[in-house]
């Protein structure tokens, strides 16, 4: 009985990873094709003419119009177009503070030279000698940071095991520890609890720090990094 189990733990841990992954594929390519599919002309739909449906369609289509809108607004009729489009908009009282809201967040998440939530750092919260995961988002700006005294960065403080809900942290950069492990591993860190923690390769790092200091003639100082914390 008890290899019976072992065998169906390490079944269930290959096989649900995979199940799990490709349900919510599945479930992502059938809300997309509910939204697109219907407005696709009769006879460009092959659900029409087939004997059975063809999942994913309608999320070929939508990537084809997205990416012929992104090339039309490239060029100099299109940002015309778009300008006064976003004129338009403007001028609604309730519509332009959500559209300009959600048009900057995705400028600024979806630019190529943005650092924004490429960090995974540390500071103490809720108090001090209680550690907490952040994700550094940018660094602050605008009113916020005319009224502190420091230089402050904004860290999104994730909550365990849902990390797309949070708190919005406005920190000073000397408090904030960076670590060297990337978004997606922290992310599972958060969403595990603690129980999946990337590998970090701490002698590579002491090595490291060793030929430096013999290379500059000065014994080896210990970094401030996540390892040196006291363990709980």
């Given at each position: ?25 599945w479930s992502m390519i ?90 995974v750092g540390l500071v ?109």
């Open positions: 009985m008890t290899r019976l189990r072992n065998y169906f733990l390490t079944g269930f841990i290959v096989t649900a990873p995979l199940a799990i992954t490709a349900y919510l594929a059938g809300w997309v094709d509910s939204w697109v599919k219907p407005y696709i002309p009769g006879r460009y739909n092959p659900d029409n003419y087939l004997p059975f449906p063809v999942p994913g369609f309608g999320l070929i289509v939508a990537l084809v119009v997205i990416t012929l809108i992104g090339f039309l607004a490239a060029n100099f009729i299109g940002r015309t177009i778009v300008s006064t489009g976003e004129n338009l908009l403007g001028r609604m009282p309730l519509v332009r503070s959500v559209y300009r809201g959600l048009k900057q967040i995705l400028e600024t998440v979806l630019s190529e030279r943005s650092d924004t939530f490429k960090k103490e919260y809720p108090r001090k000698g209680l550690w907490a995961l952040v994700f550094v988002a940018t660094e602050t700006r605008g009113e916020v940071q005319a009224k502190l005294e420091d230089e402050t960065i904004a860290v999104f403080l994730p909550t365990t095991p849902n990390p797309t809900s949070g708190y919005l942290l406005f920190v000073p950069k000397r408090d904030v520890i960076e670590l060297k492990m990337t978004v997606e591993e922290g992310a599972k860190l958060v969403i595990s609890a603690g129980l999946v923690s990337p590998e970090y390769q701490e002698t590579t790092q002491a090595l490291a720090a060793e030929a430096l200091a013999n290379k500059d003639g000065q014994p080896a100082r210990k970094s401030r990094t996540a390892s040196s914390l006291p363990k709980r």
